[in-house]
């Protein structure tokens, strides 16, 4: 009975042994973790009143890495088209302006490449770059 304990033993303290020389499985690589601790991507709502009634373009967005994913639901009756101007912050203090035009009735995805946070969605589209 005694060997058969002592065996036990020493099968556990080889098997500790393995598993103290080699990493842990879930162990993050240094490039990943540095990464991780970066500030998640932002997100947001927004919304701009129609011309002739009270119905409105929703607006949700995700800003990812490297582009920014806007997601829009125009309530707009009669195929009303609305051009929306999107504000962002260029370099952190300049604002830049990027128009889009959305056709009335309509919901769906506008990506913009390269772009940092949105800032404010609203109609004044007189500072807007051409698209």
């Known amino acids: 009975?005694?060997?058969?304990?002592?065996?036990?033993?020493?099968?556990?303290?080889v098997g500790l042994t393995f598993g103290l020389m080699s990493a842990p499985a879930f162990a993050a690589p240094a490039s990943t973790?540095?990464?991780?601790?970066?500030?998640?991507?932002?997100?947001?709502?927004?919304?701009?009143?129609?011309?002739?009634?009270?119905?409105?373009?929703?607006?949700?967005?995700?800003?990812?890495?490297?582009?920014?994913?806007?997601?829009?639901?125009?309530?707009?009756?009669?195929?009303t088209r609305i051009t929306a101007a999107f504000v962002f912050?260029?370099?952190g203090s300049t604002p830049m302006y990027k128009c889009v035009t959305f056709q009335g009735m309509t919901q769906?995805?506008?990506?913009?490449?390269?772009?940092?946070e949105i800032i404010d969605i609203n109609k004044d589209t007189r500072k807007c770059e051409n698209n």
């Not at 002592?6 to 556990?12: D, K, Q, R, T």
């Not at 607006?59 to 125009?74: A, E, P, Q």
């Open 33 to 79: 973790a540095s990464a991780a601790q970066a500030a998640p991507p932002k997100s947001g709502k927004d919304s701009i009143k129609c011309n002739e009634s009270n119905a409105r373009v929703n607006f949700s967005w995700k800003t990812g890495w490297t582009t920014t994913t806007v997601y829009y639901n125009n309530h707009c009756l009669g195929g």
């Open 89 to 91: 912050y260029n370099d």
């Open 108 to 116: 769906g995805k506008y990506k913009f490449g390269h772009i940092n």
């Open 1 to 13: 009975m005694r060997t058969l304990i002592s065996a036990g033993a020493g099968l556990a303290a």
